[in-house]
């Protein structure tokens, strides 16, 4: 049987993942009821749990109860989520945004249907590792890009809109037409934010602006165990100097430079891009945790001045 390849996993955590937070409101995980104004966190109403009488308990024991219960379930809570990312980054680097990142995922879509129609990855001109002769057919991929254009964003402001107004809420009133203020509103802003940042920003947005992504790479960068990138260092004489591994980052990462680069998002299209020329198993790169290259630290510095990596 064929093994699944490293580009089909990740095609399918990213689809998986699309269509886990597409669902969240759907199946109750996690929306605000726009009626009662509460947070439904799995199928339960989401409450600081304070009882009534406690309000007007002036004693030490009342202002414990309050402040405890504050603290429980409203602070906690939020640290505990927003520690989500700084520990992702620490332990696997970037690997959300490459492998889960929903935004990331259309930015890499934006990116092939551009390279199909113009030869070049980025609307705005052309890189040095912009894959050659890339081009496809124009009408075929002029098609993809239009439908995608319309479907995609009202699909996430559908989607996203369920979080903020009940699903079926939004979905009759998207199927009968008669949509409110908010939900309009809602499918609007959200498909708009999707079309411009996928058209013009794209990866920019994921270096520069993303909190998540931000949170990811400063842990990553700074943490001795972070999953990376390696090179083996020690077989660089079989690098044919095909620039695949560079044509085939996204993120405009140099991999053969063999340095942590705080843009690169575990995506492994370099592993594939490599092992595509040099055979199957034969390539140079590998996914691999702890520091620095794969391989002694004297190669790694030997290496800034080879031909090979001084691209
Ligand atoms: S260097 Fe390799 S793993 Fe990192 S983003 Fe580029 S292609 Fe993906
Ligand atoms: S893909 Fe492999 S063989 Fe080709 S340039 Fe990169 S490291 Fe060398």
Redesign the pocket.
Known sequence: MKKVGLTTWRRISQVAFILFVFLMPVLNILRIDSDTHELILFGTSWSFGIQPEYFTDRTPLGALHIAGQFFLKGILPWVLFLAIFPLLGWLTGRLFCGWLCPEGALFELSDFLTLKLTGRRNLFGKRPSDPVNAKGNPLLYGAIAVLSAVVIPLAGGIALTGYFVAPKTVWHQVMTGELTFGVKAGIIGVAIYMLITSIVVRHILCRYVCAAGLMQMLFGWISPVSLRIKMDTNRISV???????DQSCFMNVTP?KNKRDISCVNCGACIV??NK??GTGK??FHLGFGKGCALPEENCRSLASSKTISV
């Not at 690098?239 to 591994?245: F, H, P």
Request: with cysteine.
């Open positions: 690098c044919t100097d095909c620039k695949g591994c053969r891009a490599c020329e040099l390539g140079l």
